[in-house]
Protein backbone atom coordinates (compact mmCIF):
# COMPACT_ATOMS: atom_id res chain seq x y z
CA UNK A 1 0.00 0.00 0.00
CA UNK A 2 2.49 2.63 0.91
CA UNK A 3 4.47 2.00 -2.66
CA UNK A 4 0.96 2.25 -4.53
CA UNK A 5 0.77 5.68 -2.43
CA UNK A 6 4.63 6.95 -3.43
CA UNK A 7 4.22 6.18 -6.92
CA UNK A 8 0.80 8.10 -6.83
CA UNK A 9 2.57 10.85 -4.94
CA UNK A 10 5.66 10.67 -7.19
CA UNK A 11 3.45 11.02 -10.38
CA UNK A 12 1.42 13.73 -8.98
CA UNK A 13 4.71 15.68 -8.30
CA UNK A 14 5.75 15.30 -12.26
CA UNK A 15 2.40 16.17 -12.90
CA UNK A 16 2.49 19.27 -11.35
CA UNK A 17 6.13 20.18 -12.35
CA UNK A 18 5.33 19.89 -16.02
CA UNK A 19 2.11 22.05 -15.76
CA UNK A 20 3.79 25.22 -13.47
CA UNK A 21 7.40 24.93 -14.13
CA UNK A 22 6.89 26.82 -17.70
CA UNK A 23 4.50 29.73 -16.50
CA UNK A 24 6.82 30.27 -13.88
CA UNK A 25 10.67 29.88 -15.88
CA UNK A 26 8.65 32.08 -18.64
CA UNK A 27 7.78 34.84 -15.94
CA UNK A 28 11.40 34.60 -14.71
CA UNK A 29 13.07 35.10 -18.41
CA UNK A 30 10.48 38.62 -19.00
CA UNK A 31 11.63 39.53 -15.81
CA UNK A 32 15.28 39.63 -16.64
CA UNK A 33 14.39 41.07 -19.81
CA UNK A 34 12.68 44.10 -17.94
CA UNK A 35 15.58 44.56 -15.40
CA UNK A 36 18.11 44.85 -18.38
CA UNK A 37 15.73 46.84 -20.71
CA UNK A 38 15.27 49.25 -17.26
CA UNK A 39 18.76 49.35 -16.98
CA UNK A 40 19.98 49.83 -20.48
CA UNK A 41 17.22 52.33 -21.35
CA UNK A 42 17.38 54.81 -18.28
CA UNK A 43 20.85 56.06 -20.33
CA UNK A 44 18.80 56.86 -23.48
CA UNK A 45 16.32 59.39 -24.83
CA UNK A 46 13.36 56.66 -26.18
CA UNK A 47 10.20 58.06 -25.24
CA UNK A 48 8.02 56.10 -22.62
CA UNK A 49 5.94 54.91 -25.20
CA UNK A 50 8.78 52.98 -27.60
CA UNK A 51 10.30 51.86 -24.76
CA UNK A 52 6.84 49.80 -23.74
CA UNK A 53 6.31 48.60 -27.39
CA UNK A 54 10.11 46.98 -26.83
CA UNK A 55 8.87 45.16 -23.96
CA UNK A 56 5.24 44.65 -25.31
CA UNK A 57 7.01 42.84 -28.40
CA UNK A 58 9.16 40.56 -25.88
CA UNK A 59 6.06 39.42 -24.35
CA UNK A 60 4.57 38.51 -27.85
CA UNK A 61 7.64 37.10 -28.74
CA UNK A 62 7.27 34.63 -25.64
CA UNK A 63 3.96 33.95 -26.20
CA UNK A 64 2.93 35.50 -22.72
CA UNK A 65 -0.51 37.05 -22.04
CA UNK A 66 0.45 40.45 -21.25
CA UNK A 67 -1.60 43.62 -22.74
CA UNK A 68 -0.35 46.55 -23.94
CA UNK A 69 -2.07 48.90 -22.17
CA UNK A 70 -1.26 47.10 -18.80
CA UNK A 71 2.94 47.81 -19.49
CA UNK A 72 3.70 51.09 -17.33
CA UNK A 73 7.07 53.02 -18.19
CA UNK A 74 7.26 55.85 -16.39
CA UNK A 75 10.60 58.07 -16.39
CA UNK A 76 11.28 60.42 -13.59
CA UNK A 77 13.67 63.22 -13.56
CA UNK A 78 15.61 63.74 -16.84
CA UNK A 79 16.56 61.53 -19.25
CA UNK A 80 19.89 60.07 -18.91
CA UNK A 81 20.40 61.16 -15.07
CA UNK A 82 16.81 60.39 -14.08
CA UNK A 83 15.18 57.10 -13.13
CA UNK A 84 13.17 54.58 -15.43
CA UNK A 85 10.83 51.89 -14.04
CA UNK A 86 8.68 49.53 -15.91
CA UNK A 87 6.16 47.79 -14.80
CA UNK A 88 3.73 44.33 -16.69
CA UNK A 89 1.21 42.55 -14.51
CA UNK A 90 -0.01 39.36 -16.18
CA UNK A 91 -2.18 36.65 -15.51
CA UNK A 92 -1.71 32.82 -16.21
CA UNK A 93 -4.20 30.65 -16.40
CA UNK A 94 -2.96 26.87 -16.16
CA UNK A 95 -5.83 23.99 -16.36
CA UNK A 96 -5.09 21.66 -13.71
CA UNK A 97 -6.56 18.05 -13.71
CA UNK A 98 -8.56 18.88 -10.52
CA UNK A 99 -8.19 22.32 -9.85
CA UNK A 100 -7.74 24.73 -12.68
CA UNK A 101 -5.95 27.76 -11.29
CA UNK A 102 -4.61 31.95 -12.15
CA UNK A 103 -1.28 32.59 -11.58
CA UNK A 104 -0.71 36.60 -11.39
CA UNK A 105 2.78 37.89 -12.17
CA UNK A 106 4.16 41.43 -11.94
CA UNK A 107 7.65 41.66 -13.89
CA UNK A 108 9.03 45.38 -12.71
CA UNK A 109 11.96 46.89 -12.29
CA UNK A 110 13.29 50.42 -11.46
CA UNK A 111 16.54 51.60 -12.17
CA UNK A 112 18.14 54.87 -10.74
CA UNK A 113 20.73 56.96 -12.58
CA UNK A 114 24.01 57.41 -11.24
CA UNK A 115 24.09 60.78 -11.66
Do not use: C, W
Not at 19 to 29: D, I, K, Q, R, T
Not at 39 to 66: C, H, N
Not at 75 to 93: F, W
Amino acid sequence: MKMVLGIIVMLAAVYLGVELVPPYYGNYEFNDYVKTTATMETYTTKPEAEIRDLVFRKAQSMELPVSKDAIKVQRQGQQNIGSLSISAPYTVHVDLALYPVDLHFQASSENKSPF
